[in-house]
């Protein structure tokens, strides 16, 4: 007659998993050879560097693009396009659906017909853009033009063919006007003068810009009667 064994005997010894007891696989870890350690480690004396030599300094490595002393690959092709980060003067950028949302938020106030057109301090008072951003100017661009429903009379720095023909035709206006370093400050820091400085014309290279009506510049002669018209109505 077989006896049937107790719980005790037959059981097998449970581990619990806790964190005093994670550990990786055995030999999943192989330990990092020394260097330098004496003959015996396989890396002693020269540490794999061999005898002297620019390998064997320390921080003597040598360039990917070194080809032995001939002429490099990069330097044979010719040179192609060019860089002006020096001379760029890169524009905020603002849509005008940006403009429709922040009047539709009563954060941008449309002028009136007897009062100014809104220019870039106005712009930062509503929070579209920051102060500090604003380093050459503010371009105004045709996004979300479809959105546009206010007439708005704006001067900015630039306008794109599709922004200006939104504000139109929402029945606004826009002219192009230029901006060097001391007039944008003046503009948007007119209490550190206690004379406003003159605007300065722009460069030979912006006149023709500033001179064509396409771009509705401020030194059109379209933009300048429209300027006198409206003076002679107030």
Same mark, same amino acid.
């Given at each position: 007659m077989s006896?049937?064994?107790s719980?005790?005997?037959?059981?097998?010894i449970v581990?619990?998993?806790?964190l005093?007891?994670i550990r990786?696989?055995p030999?999943?870890?192989?330990k990092k050879?020394?260097?330098?350690r004496?003959v015996?480690s396989?890396k002693?004396?020269?540490?794999?560097?061999g005898h002297?030599?620019?390998?064997?300094?320390a921080?003597g490595?040598?360039?990917p693009?070194?080809?032995g002393?001939?002429?490099?690959?990069?330097k044979t092709i010719p040179?192609r396009?060019f860089?002006n980060?020096?001379?760029a003067?890169p524009m905020v $950028?603002?849509?005008v659906?940006?403009?429709? !949302? &922040?009047?539709?938020? +009563?954060r #941008?106030i449309p002028?009136?017909?007897s009062?100014?057109p809104l220019t870039?301090?106005d712009?930062i008072?509503?929070?579209i853009?920051?102060?500090?951003?604003?380093?050459h100017g503010v371009k105004l661009?045709?996004?979300?033009a479809d959105?546009?429903k206010?007439?708005?009379?704006?001067?900015?720095?630039?306008?794109?063919?599709s922004?200006?023909d939104?504000?139109?035709?929402a029945?606004?206006?826009v002219v192009?006007?230029?901006?060097?370093?001391?007039?944008l400050k003046a503009?948007?820091?007119?209490?550190r003068?206690?004379?406003?400085?003159?605007?300065?014309l722009p460069p $030979?290279k912006?006149?023709?810009?500033?001179? !064509? &009506?396409?771009?509705? +510049?401020y #030194?059109s002669p379209?933009?300048?009667?429209k300027?006198?018209?409206?003076?002679?109505k107030?």
């Open positions: 006896t049937v064994p719980p005790q005997e037959e059981g097998e581990t619990f998993l806790t005093n007891s990786d696989n030999g999943s870890v192989k050879r020394r260097i330098g004496g015996g396989s002693g004396k020269t540490c794999g560097r002297k030599g620019q390998k064997a300094r921080g490595s040598i360039s693009m070194f080809e002393g001939q002429t490099p690959l990069y040179k396009g860089r980060t020096v001379h003067q $950028p603002i849509n659906e940006t403009l429709e !949302n &922040y009047v539709a938020m +009563g #941008l002028p009136g017909p009062d100014p870039i301090p712009f008072n509503a929070g853009v920051k102060k500090s951003a604003v380093k661009l045709g996004g979300g959105k546009l206010t007439p708005l009379r704006l001067e900015v720095s630039r306008a794109s063919k922004a200006i939104a504000i139109e035709r029945g606004g206006e192009t006007v230029h901006y060097n370093k001391l007039a503009l948007m820091k007119p209490d003068f206690d004379i406003i400085p003159r605007r300065a $030979p912006l006149m023709p810009y500033y001179t !064509n &009506y396409d771009n509705r +510049g #030194l379209e933009v300048q009667m300027k006198v018209l409206a003076q002679q107030n």
